[in-house]
Nanobody, 128 residues
Framework: QVRLVESGGGVVQTGGSLRLSCAAS????????MGWFRQAPGKAREFVAA????????YYTDSVKGRFTISRDNALNTVYLHMNSLIPEDTAVYYC?????????????????????WGQGTQVTVSS
């Protein structure tokens, strides 16, 4: 059974930092893309960041560029989201996602349908 387990969420003040981790088990994702999405209360789930298996290609939504960094450790089957300069608008449940195979094109990373496995989510709350 494939599982993605997020950790690292919590409450932080504006300007603070957090590092989210997503550990995969049941299947290796070392050659597959992975990503992070988030869902704020009353809003739809939105793309945050994604990373190809080589880690040379990373993608971000505009609102987090320059503040968030996605990385992965294929040996640990784990993907990370380093979040700096957090603002209240970043408050959401953050979900890890993984694709079961390569993805191509210019927009696949933004589409939740590109991902086959999802974690249960971890809450991030940024206080003002």
């Amino acid at each position: 059974q494939v599982r993605l387990v997020e950790s690292g969420g919590g409450v932080v003040q504006t300007g603070g930092s957090l590092r989210l981790s997503c550990a995969a088990s049941g299947r290796t994702f070392s050659t597959d893309p992975m990503g992070w999405f988030r869902q704020a209360p009353g809003k739809a789930r939105e793309f945050v960041a994604a990373i190809q298996w080589t880690a040379r290609n990373t993608y971000y939504t505009d609102s987090v560029k320059g503040r968030f960094t996605i990385s992965r450790d294929n040996a640990l089957n784990t993907v990370y989201l380093h979040m700096n300069s957090l603002i209240p608008e970043d408050t959401a449940v953050y979900y890890c996602a993984a694709a079961a195979g390569p993805r191509y094109g210019s927009t696949w990373f933004r589409d939740s349908a590109s991902y086959d496995y999802w974690g249960q989510g971890t809450q991030v709350t940024v206080s003002s």
